[in-house]
Every structure is written in structure tokens, then in C-alpha cells.
């Protein structure tokens, strides 16, 4: 069973950057489509970005330009750049395979951003 665990986030203000990583159990990780995930409260859990196997990106219109996800498949790991974090980017993140999850769920880590 993969074992997804977050880390990176925490409080910063409006214009500041964070670095989340998403460790992974497992060899399965690498041939996976990976993505970053988050659920500000009382909202569903959105997809804001993803990086396939071979390293292609997507990115929600809302982070383009101020996230960069990559990942390190030796490390079993993956990341999300967040820089220009702006209030509405408060959320926890989590990662998770994408398009589709077939992962369990991480316990996520918070990102809050200040004005």
C-alpha cells in the first residue's frame, strides 16, 4: 500500500513563497501521473496541478505562472514551487495520483497566507 505523506506548508504572507514535498512509499510512484491537490474549508478538494511520468505539466488556470510542480523519481518525491502566494491559495495541500486518485489520501499539509 503507497503512503503519501506531505510537508512544506505554513503561514506566509500575501507575496511570499513556500516548497511542499510529497513523499511516497513504493515503486509504483514512478510510472505514476502525479498530482497536487487542495481543499480550502468548506470547498471541495481541487486538482492544481500535475506532472506525468515523463515530466509533462498541467497547472489550474488560478496557479499558472506562480506554481511549479517537478519531481524527483529517484527520491520517490514530488513538489509544488508556490511563489506570489496570495490569500485565496489558503488551503491543506495533498497529493495524490491524477487524474483519477488511486491512492489513500495524505494527511495533507496547511498552507496559509496572510494579507
Known amino acids: 500500500q503507497v503512503q503519501l505523506v506531505e510537508s512544506g506548508g505554513g503561514l506566509v504572507q500575501a507575496g511570499g513563497s513556500l516548497r511542499l514535498s510529497c513523499a511516497a512509499s513504493g515503486r509504483a510512484f514512478t510510472f505514476k501521473t502525479m498530482g497536487w491537490y487542495r481543499q480550502a474549508a468548506e470547498n471541495g478538494r481541487e486538482l492544481v496541478a500535475h506532472i506525468s511520468a515523463g515530466g509533462r505539466t498541467y497547472y489550474v488556470d488560478s496557479v499558472k505562472g506562480r506554481f511549479t510542480i517537478s519531481r524527483d523519481n529517484a527520491k520517490n518525491t514530488v513538489y509544488l514551487q508556490m511563489i506570489s502566494l496570495k490569500p485565496e491559495d489558503t488551503a491543506a495541500y495533498y497529493c495524490?495520483?491524477?487524474?483519477?486518485?488511486?491512492?489513500?489520501w495524505g494527511q495533507g499539509t496547511q498552507v496559509t497566507v496572510s494579507p
Open positions: 495524490n495520483t491524477a487524474p483519477q486518485v488511486q491512492y489513500p
